[in-house]
Structure formats: C-alpha cells, structure tokens
C-alpha cells in the first residue's frame, strides 16, 4: 500500500505489504536517541515520521484488524478469534503504560522526561502529507526493538515476573528480505496510539554507562 504513497503503483490488486524499518546506529552518546526522538519543542525522527504518516492516511485507515504483516512483504488473513486475541493483547499492553505512569513519582525524572515521546503533545506538529490515493485504505503496524550486545531484543514483549532477561530474536531472510522473527507487531489506528506504543519500547529499553554518561544502547 506504500506505493501509493510515493507514486508508485502496485503490481496486483489485494492488499499490499510494505515494511519501514527506522534504525539509529552509533557509539555510546553519539546522539542516536536526540535524532530519533529529539526535545519536547524540537521532535525526532520517530516523532515526525509518525506525524506525516498519520496525517497522510487521515481518512483512509482501514477499519478492521484481519489483515497483519508477516516477514517482510507479506500478510496473514485473522480469524475472528485471532483478532479479538489481538485487540485484548494491545490493551494489556497499553494498560501497562497507565500501570507505569501512575507508579512514577512526581520528582522522579527518566529518559523519556524532555524527549517528544515523553507526552502525547507533539503528535500533531507536521502538518505535511503525502499525496496519496483515495481509494486506498493503510492499515498501520508498528513494533519495537533494540540490538543490544549483539542480541536483538523485542521491546514489546511482556517479560514474565522473575525473569530477568528478554528473549533474543532472530534476524531471517527470504527471497532477498530480511525480517525479525517472532517480533511482535501491533496496530495503530492514529498517530496517538502508535506513541503510546512505542513509549513502552522505550521504557524498555536497555540502557549501557561510562563513567560521565548513561545513554540508550
């Protein structure tokens, strides 16, 4: 469905499967974290990606959670039961965000304190669109991870009480694509949601230290 997006066309009529991945690459305190998520006044990468995308396909969400991307390119078709399994395992998942904020002290300041994934506030600063076709309908996926000493992690995962390491996925290759395997992918209808999303990636995060500095690895 991307390509219509940038003007391209799609090669057969059905749902079409792009992937974006948005990965920031450095040494420790390189500023990885300032460009993909920038201040409160001044947002990142993430922020306004996610902006432009929403902004774009205002109108034109797919309503229904029965398609989701698997692999890279492609798709799977849910079942009724399959979708409900989703929609109640996004809620977990975002009543864990609420569990959290409630937890934090007023005093307490943590890496998401002046960063744009810190609030809600800046989800709507791009105005910018894309040209997009209006007979298509965008269904929006995101996930979360992290390459952490060599081990790919899925910063969406609940780890169980008790266990003190996440599980290390596995980068995969078919037909020339490359895609995490059993990475886990939830659906965003608006921008607001997807922040929310990836606000739990974030507090997931690892985190490595030198003797001046802590900073995201």
Not at 26 to 55: C, M, Q, W, Y
Request: neutral net charge; glycine residues 6%; contains cysteine.
């Amino acid at each position: 469905m991307m390509e219509s997006c940038f003007g391209g066309k799609p090669e057969r009529e059905g749902p079409v499967v792009e992937t974006v991945w948005c990965s920031p690459y450095g040494v420790t305190n390189a500023g990885k974290t300032f460009t993909f998520l920038g201040p409160e006044h001044d947002s990142g990468l993430l922020p306004r990606s996610l902006s432009v995308i929403f902004n774009s396909i205002e109108g034109r969400v797919y309503p229904r959670s029965d398609l989701k991307p698997q692999r890279c390119r492609d798709f799977i078709r849910l079942t009724t039961e399959q979708q409900a399994a989703e929609s109640s395992s996004k809620r977990s998942l975002l009543r864990l965000l609420k569990e959290s904020d409630r937890s934090q002290t007023s005093g307490r300041s943590t890496f998401l304190d002046g960063s744009s994934l810190s609030t809600d506030s800046s989800v709507s600063e791009d105005s910018f669109c894309l040209d997009v076709d209006s007979n298509v309908r965008f269904s929006v996926w995101v996930s979360f991870c992290e390459i952490y000493n060599d081990n790919i992690h899925d910063l969406l995962e609940q780890v169980p009480s008790g266990q003190q390491r996440r599980t290390a996925l596995r980068l995969s290759g078919r037909q020339g694509n490359s895609f995490i395997k059993d990475l886990r992918w939830v659906q965003a209808s608006s921008s607001e949601e997807a922040y929310r999303v990836m606000k739990i990636g974030r507090k997931n995060q690892s985190f490595s230290s030198t003797p001046s500095t802590v900073c995201p690895a």
